[in-house]
């Protein structure tokens, strides 16, 4: 199965920063076929990115993805603070569907 | 606006049976493929089950085969998942989520979930 490692495990950042969050894959995801959640403590995971660059509808633009083959980049250009959450991969084109392990996203 | 609620979670000796129930609105529920996803503790997500939206294609995780069974009924915009045989390692919170699959398959929108505890 395709691993999906995230990194880094924790980012410490402030609100109006840029952060930059990293998914690469044991071996390569073909069509692009990897989306980003968002999820909030005690909340349901939310659709952020699909096919890698695709922003899910009503996702505001501050939210981009972006990579191909083995290495995924999600950036939030300038963090608001309903963005301090965790973040997690998935790839969607080798079965069994995985995920990684998440990034958490805290205020610094 | 498309809404997901899970539900018949609580706490359960091993290799006994829990029943989960995931009520859908806001949306066509019987023109959508259905998942379940699951999140043990202080883990990541794990996918476990498939349904079509007819119920005629039907897949789950290794981890899980021969003792859960996914089903639906598109009258009542409900979906299921029946858990025999439970572990130890089924505890988790247990997702429903409805499928996009026109391009490959992801989850688009996501129920809050429902806490399973296995344990003796």
């Known amino acids: 199965e395709i691993v999906l490692t995230q990194s880094p495990g924790t980012l410490s950042l402030s609100p109006g920063e840029r952060a930059t969050l990293s998914c690469r894959a044991s071996q390569s995801v073909s069509r692009s076929y990897l989306a980003w959640y968002q999820q909030r403590p005690g909340q349901a995971p939310r659709l952020l990115i699909h096919g890698a660059s695709s922003r899910a509808a009503g996702i505001p633009d501050r939210f981009s993805g972006s990579g191909s083959g083995t290495d995924f980049t999600l950036t939030i250009s300038r963090l608001e603070p309903e963005d301090f959450a965790v973040y997690f991969c998935?790839?969607?084109?080798?079965?069994?569907?995985?995920f990684g392990q998440g990034t958490k996203l805290e205020i610094k | 606006d498309v809404q997901l609620v899970e539900s018949g979670g609580g706490l359960v000796q091993p290799g006994g049976s829990l029943r989960l129930s995931c009520a859908a609105s806001?949306?066509?529920?019987?023109?959508?493929?259905m998942n379940w996803v699951r999140q043990a503790p202080g883990k990541g997500l794990e996918w476990i089950s498939y349904i079509s939206s007819s119920s005629r294609v039907i897949y789950y995780a290794d981890s899980v085969r021969g003792r859960f069974t996914i089903s639906r009924d598109n009258a009542k915009n409900s979906l299921f998942l029946q858990m025999d045989s439970l572990r130890d390692e089924d505890t988790a919170v247990y997702h429903c989520?409805?499928?996009?699959?026109?391009?490959?398959?992801?989850?688009?929108?996501w129920g809050q979930g429902t806490l399973v505890t296995v344990s003796s």
């Open positions: 989520a409805r499928v996009d699959i026109s391009r490959g398959w992801y989850e688009d929108y």
């Open positions: 806001g949306f066509t529920f019987s023109s959508w493929s």
């Open positions: 998935q790839q969607y084109d080798i079965s069994p569907r995985t």
